[in-house]
């Protein structure tokens, strides 16, 4: 297992548009959990999920924002209507239920124009 | 409001010193802390915890204090060398989560560590 994996590395969309991302968490991890990060800021909390059910959602989470995760494995992070302000990395983490730290993913860079 | 601050935006330090990395947090109520390391274009990876029932933990090169009644973390680097420098963020949980795992973190906005040769 290489960790965790995110897809696209970096996405370059117009202001208006849908995006997806995906993550592939460790393979074991029952907890899998979106951040984005804007520049200067550290990781803001989105959403978790543990297995396929998602517990937690934050207010920076709004309707223009959903994610999945089928069958309690990979993650999709959909953002739909793009804006600028939505320019960020997002970043994906997994865990064991009764683990330490998480493992977070290389990260997808959204730019939008 | 920044529950997780991290006041020194960066910090330089020659190879071989001690790097003392600090965090401050207003949640009485976390009671687990995490200092990650982020290199440029990598997410950011796990490095250190310590438990709000403990004041200090060691692991290695690296020791993390906590000062509860200061609401105050450290992070101490003894010796520094080149390959630390990165940025260094401190988080906090404010539950413990299923099964004694912490939920989601808190995180402060990073301090850039650089260890000059």
């Known amino acids: 297992d290489t960790g965790v994996s995110q897809n696209p590395r970096h996405k370059i969309t117009k202001r208006g548009q849908n995006v997806t991302f995906r993550c592939d968490p460790i393979s074991e991890h029952n907890r899998l959990y979106w951040y984005r990060q804007t520049l200067g800021q550290g990781p803001e909390f989105l959403t978790y999920f543990q297995n396929e059910a998602q517990l937690e959602k934050s207010r920076l989470l709004s309707d223009r924002f959903s994610a999945e995760r089928p069958k309690g494995s990979f993650s999709t992070l959909e953002i739909q209507r793009t804006e600028q302000g939505d320019s960020a990395m997002y970043l994906c983490?997994?865990?064991?239920?009764?683990?330490?730290?998480?493992?977070f993913g290389s990260g997808t860079r959204l730019t939008v124009v | 409001d920044q529950q997780v601050k991290q006041n020194s935006p960066s910090l330089s330090v020659q190879e071989g010193r001690i790097s003392i990395l600090n965090c401050d947090y207003t949640?009485?109520?976390?009671?687990?802390f995490l200092w990650y390391k982020k290199y440029p274009a990598e997410g950011p990876t796990f490095l250190i915890s310590?438990?709000?029932?403990?004041d200090k933990n060691e692991d290695g090169r690296f020791t993390v204090f906590l000062n509860k009644s200061a609401k105050h973390l450290s992070l101490h680097i003894v010796p520094s060398q080149p390959g630390d420098s990165a940025v260094y963020f401190c988080?906090?949980?404010?539950?413990?989560?299923?099964?004694?795992?912490?939920?989601?973190?808190?995180f402060g906005k990073g301090t850039k560590l650089s260890v000059k040769p």
């Open positions: 310590i438990s709000s029932i403990k």
């Open positions: 983490a997994s865990s064991l239920t009764q683990g330490t730290g998480y493992t």
């Open positions: 949640n009485s109520m976390f009671d687990y």
């Open positions: 988080a906090a949980s404010a539950r413990r989560g299923y099964g004694g795992s912490q939920g989601n973190l808190i």
